[in-house]
């Protein structure tokens, strides 16, 4: 695999839109059948609460966002809303649940059941459930998962700046666990946080860096919430999510590339320059995790009008996932980092949270 340097992929984002793209169209044929797209449901097993301060995240305890918070969801109302996802054309379901970090014990069983039974109805499953370690990552394997999504979001510089409550190296360390549980690896970012295009950029060669380069990179556009530290944020411009898939493209031939969060802000067209500059997968349905996303009648049309055909359900790798044995390693103790700076908007979101919540009693 060709290697850039930090200046290949900076000079690469930066080529004429035009010649950008079809640079990146190129290469997408070259290793992708263009006329297909990945189809992926997502379904919030456990929402809002969470400890961490994520300045981007409506989910995250201390700041005052008008999402509902759920405990984790019964396994049987989950495998119902993965069939319907399958019969609304989903070959994958992605489980999202608002932890730092996964603790062994009755919801951890809860979701490798989760796991077991929508991998049995012939469907992908991804999981994303913060920070894992190696036994919990073999032991989801074993229990039929294919991908764990963990997203670096940005580059090591200006995670500092996005995140207090954990570091950078316990997302790679979590990355690295994945790998060697032998699930494959989902992990991009979010763009539109007041990051600089350099930040982007660095996050691509983190990406890179890892044991090895990620089967799938959602690139998530920021959906600006009330509440949170980044709720005044612009909205990224489509050209910048544009390039930014396009040098992914270029970057990663092989890899699934993902236009995330953000679409309900752009129009088909915006989306089939996307497609076009190689992002090969989308999430469907009303809702991401708590956030408004097009919802599936929307998506067919558009698929409609631009040729695209969902890819169809597959349940691949499940052979090698049968003979796996999970290395039941005592590793549950495992520390991960607290960083503890400040970060000055998201205290304000705290502050000001709080103060709200005072008003209302
Ligand atoms: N708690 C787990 C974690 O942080 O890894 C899993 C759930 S978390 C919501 C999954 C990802 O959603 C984040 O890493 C972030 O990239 C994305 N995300 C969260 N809020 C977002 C927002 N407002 N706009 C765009 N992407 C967002
Ligand atoms: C990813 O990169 N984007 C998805 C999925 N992985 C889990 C989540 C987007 C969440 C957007 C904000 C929300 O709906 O809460
Ligand atoms: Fe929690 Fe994940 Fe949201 Fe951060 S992104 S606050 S870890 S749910």
């Known amino acids: 695999m060709k290697t850039y340097s930090k200046k290949d992929i900076l000079d690469l984002y930066n080529t004429p839109l035009m010649a950008l793209i079809f640079e990146a ?8 059948d263009p006329s297909k797209i990945q189809v992926s449901t997502l379904i919030s097993i456990k929402t809002g609460g969470c400890p961490e301060d994520c300045g981007y995240c409506p989910q995250a305890a201390r700041y005052h966002t008008a999402i509902e918070k759920n405990e984790l969801m019964p396994v049987s109302s989950v495998i119902n809303l993965a069939k319907k996802a399958k019969q609304n054309g989903s070959s994958r379901v992605c489980m999202g649940a608002a932890w730092r970090n996964v603790k062994e014990g009755e919801d951890f069983e809860k979701v490798l059941e989760m796991v077991r039974g929508i991998s049995h109805l012939n469907m992908e499953v991804c999981c994303t459930l ?9 032991r989801l394997a074993e229990a039929g998962l294919h ?18 409550t954990r570091g950078y190296e316990d997302r790679l360390e979590t990355l690295k666990n994945v790998n060697k549980g032998a699930l494959k690896v989902c992990s991009g970012g979010i763009i539109g946080m007041g990051e600089r295009v350099e930040d982007r950029i660095e996050m691509l060669m983190s990406l890179l860096r890892l044991d090895r380069v990620p089967d799938s990179v959602p690139i998530n556009a920021l959906v600006p919430v009330e509440g949170t530290p980044l709720a005044t944020e612009n909205t990224v411009p489509v050209w910048d999510i544009i390039r930014m898939i396009a040098t992914t493209r270029i970057v990663m031939p092989k890899t699934t590339v993902r236009l995330s969060a953000g679409r309900t802000e752009m129009s088909t067209e915006a989306q089939a320059l996307c497609f076009m500059a190689g992002a090969s997968s989308i999430f ?9 996303n097009p919802g599936e009648d929307k998506d067919a049309e558009m698929f409609s009008i631009l040729g695209l055909i969902p890819t169809e359900n597959t349940k691949e790798n499940s052979d090698k996932f049968k003979i796996r044995k ?13 960083p503890g700076h400040t970060i000055e908007r998201n205290v304000k979101a705290t502050k000001q949270a709080k103060a709200l919540r005072k008003n209302q009693k």
């Open 25 to 32: 169209a190129t290469v997408h044929r070259l290793h992708h």
């Open 130 to 138: 913060g920070m894992i370690t190696e036994s919990q990552a073999l």
């Open 147 to 164: 991908y764990y999504n963990h997203n670096l979001d940005t580059s090591e510089a200006y995670y500092k700046e996005i995140i207090s």
């Open 284 to 292: 469907t349905g009303e809702k991401l995790l708590t956030t408004p």
């Open 326 to 338: 999970p290395i039941l390693k005592n590793d549950t103790a495992v520390k991960w980092t607290r």
